[in-house]
């Protein structure tokens, strides 16, 4: 499918990079890990958003277990005589004193005695003495914490927090005991307040981030897809996704003996086709794109057991997939794969279809399954090589990528879809690796692909993305705007051509005019709303951002799509509430 999505590999056990954890990056490559759901690690190194002065603050990746020895220097908790003159001073050395019995009995295991120092401290320290005070709650929470006291540890965090709102430690230790109570979005809220402050430079908060965006996107997710209506995609992408087979009997044209002879000279009028079969009719309404009818159409068909069953079931259940109904999609593709008597290229092509579906719902040990089951009953047949090649490429197995490939390409030597996918594999295979001659080798794959098909618009897209990653942006745009030539009405194209404006140029409005060009294109493209929201987060317009947000969940093709969206969209609603209690904001462009 040509302007693509950038691809990411990630393998069965959750290696490298879920796409649900891709963010932009202005001014640095694209694909971020951990944390970049954020948007803002593009300012890490650069500076430090607070907390270096908090009491003990964390050092990167430090494990923030311990309580604290000294005083915390935050508004007030100095040493200074107050009215009181020396008998506050006295009370505060008491106090001292008490806290650092409690450390003692802290660091021997000692958790309920190191409770009763910290209580001591507590009611011995001066009223107006906030610093030490936030200490002194802090230390009892993380003694508190030993025990597993979850609510305690939020009750003393929280009463640390009010003495002192920007102390990492206790925000973070909070935003830890709200986890273990499962209360997810005040831990969300928590843990967005430590990473601002931390510069987002510790691994421990932004790791802690990305788990709990993770749960909270799954369990809505899960909720949301349930319950959404079924929304058919564009035209455009609708044709795009017919385009990636060729061995694909239900997307073929009507043949002239299913059509009525008074139509076969009236061109540019609607077809009546010969049979009353719902499928044949399905395939009319496939010819005029009015693809709102095709799955009752095809029921009709099924109901009746007629001629065209397996056609129809597999033509249903390919439009299931494309509105989003993969469980209503998968008992007719069941159907056909057990249809023995069904042409073999039905059987296969449902085997493929249920494999990438698998694969969407993160089971690819069934998806591989289905793959080679399809390669095992039809080894003829070009499309299986092809998905497959792709399935590998997600599960970064690449040199079985490039094996599909070459034998697709062997089946098909006029396949340039193959042809320029195998060059993407071979570019991410040196890349990842950072192997300078392969990138080169791989680079110049694609000059020669683009040469010998120089109307795959796919090919000019993949390179594209390539020369981006070797901050090639001027060739990059080059290869943009020929894919645009062929595909004036492909969407994500300009999406990719925006987001190369704010990482080339920094210009900002031009890449907001790109993507604002394709959702005017493809008012369904999720990507486009998905980017748009991206941007917005990083310009700190919140409200903006969780519209475009909310806009792209409403389309998501998948439950996996819909979580990554929630994601996101809880990011920047944590954001919003953090910069209404703290008045914490991360840097914004």
Same mark, same amino acid.
């Given at each position: 499918m040509a302007a693509s999505k950038p691809v990411e590999a990630a393998g069965p056990g959750g290696g490298g990079l879920a796409r649900w954890q891709v963010a932009l990056a202005?001014?640095?490559?694209?694909?971020?890990?951990?944390?970049?759901?954020?948007?803002? $690690?593009?300012?890490?190194?650069?500076?430090?958003?607070?907390?270096?002065?908090?009491?003990?603050?964390?050092?990167?990746?430090?494990?923030?277990?311990?309580?604290?020895?000294?005083? $915390?220097?935050?508004?007030?908790?100095?040493?200074?005589?107050?009215?009181?003159?020396?008998?506050?001073?006295? $009370?505060?050395?008491?106090?001292?004193?008490?806290?650092?019995?409690?450390?003692?009995?802290?660091?021997?295991?000692?958790?309920?005695?190191?409770?009763?120092?910290?209580?001591?401290?507590? $009611?011995?320290?001066?009223?107006?003495?906030?610093?030490?005070?936030?200490?002194?709650?802090?230390n009892r929470a993380a003694a508190f914490e030993q025990l597993q006291k979850w609510k305690e540890v939020v009750q003393d965090c929280t009463k640390a927090v009010e003495l002192n709102p920007k102390y990492v430690k206790a925000l973070f230790r909070r935003a830890k005991a709200y986890e273990k109570l499962d209360n997810k979005k005040e831990c969300l809220e928590d843990v967005t307040a430590v990473c601002i402050l931390e510069g987002f430079q510790n691994q421990q908060s932004m790791l802690l981030a990305d788990k709990v965006l993770k749960l909270l996107g799954k369990e809505k997710a899960k909720e949301k897809y349930k319950n959404r209506e079924p929304l058919m995609p564009s035209p455009q992408f609708i044709k795009s996704y017919f385009s990636s087979f060729t061995d694909d009997i239900i997307s073929q044209p009507m043949l002239e003996g299913e059509k009525s002879d008074e139509d076969k000279d009236k061109e540019g009028e609607a077809l009546e086709v010969r049979e009353h079969s719902g499928y044949l009719k399905a395939k009319q309404y496939m010819e005029e794109e009015n693809y709102d009818k095709i799955i009752s159409e095809c029921s009709k068909e099924i109901d009746t057991q007629g001629k065209y069953l397996a056609e129809a079931l597999l033509l249903r259940a390919t439009f299931y997939l494309l509105i989003g109904s993969a469980n209503a999609a998968k008992p007719d593709l069941d159907k056909v794969i057990s249809l023995k008597e069904a042409n073999v290229k039905l059987r296969a092509n449902a085997l493929i279809k249920r494999g990438s579906m698998y694969m969407q719902q993160q089971q690819p040990l069934l998806s591989t399954q289905d793959f080679n089951t399809a390669a095992d009953i039809d080894p003829q047949n070009a499309d299986v090589y092809h998905h497959r090649g792709q399935l590998k490429i997600l599960l970064d197995q690449v040199e079985e990528a490039v094996a599909d490939f070459d034998e697709c390409i062997r089946l098909r030597p006029e396949s340039a879809l193959a042809q320029a996918q195998k060059c993407f594999a071979l570019y991410r295979q040196a890349y990842t690796g950072n192997n300078s001659s392969q990138i080169q080798a791989a680079m110049k794959g694609f000059e020669e692909v683009i040469k010998k098909f120089p109307k795959c618009a796919e090919g000019y897209a993949l390179y594209a993305q390539a020369l981006t990653d070797q901050q090639q942006f001027g060739k990059a745009d080059e290869m943009y705007d020929r894919c645009i030539d062929l595909e004036p009405d492909n969407a994500t194209t300009y999406v990719h051509k925006g987001l190369l404006q704010l990482q080339w140029k920094q210009d900002l409005d031009k890449g907001l005019e790109l993507i604002s060009k394709a959702i005017e294109i493809d008012n369904k493209c999720d990507f486009a709303y998905e980017t748009m929201g991206t941007i917005e987060v990083q310009r700190g317009n919140m409200e903006k951002a969780i519209d475009m947000f909310n806009k792209a969940i409403n389309l998501a093709k998948s439950e996996m799509e819909m979580a990554h969206l929630y994601s996101l969209c809880d990011a920047a609603h944590a954001q919003t509430e953090v910069a209404k209690k703290y008045g914490l904001k991360p840097p914004t462009l």
């Open positions: 202005v001014g640095a490559p694209l694909l971020l890990g951990a944390g970049a759901v954020f948007l803002w $690690s593009r300012q890490r190194g650069r500076r430090g958003a607070g907390g270096r002065g908090d009491a003990g603050g964390p050092k990167r990746n430090s494990e923030r277990k311990t309580p604290e020895g000294r005083a $915390s220097p935050a508004p007030g908790g100095g040493h200074q005589e107050g009215p009181g003159g020396r008998r506050d001073m006295n $009370s505060l050395d008491r106090a001292q004193a008490a806290k650092n019995k409690g450390n003692k009995y802290f660091k021997a295991g000692k958790y309920e005695q190191a409770i009763q120092c910290y209580t001591e401290a507590i $009611s011995l320290c001066p009223a107006e003495k906030n610093g030490d005070l936030a200490t002194f709650y802090q």
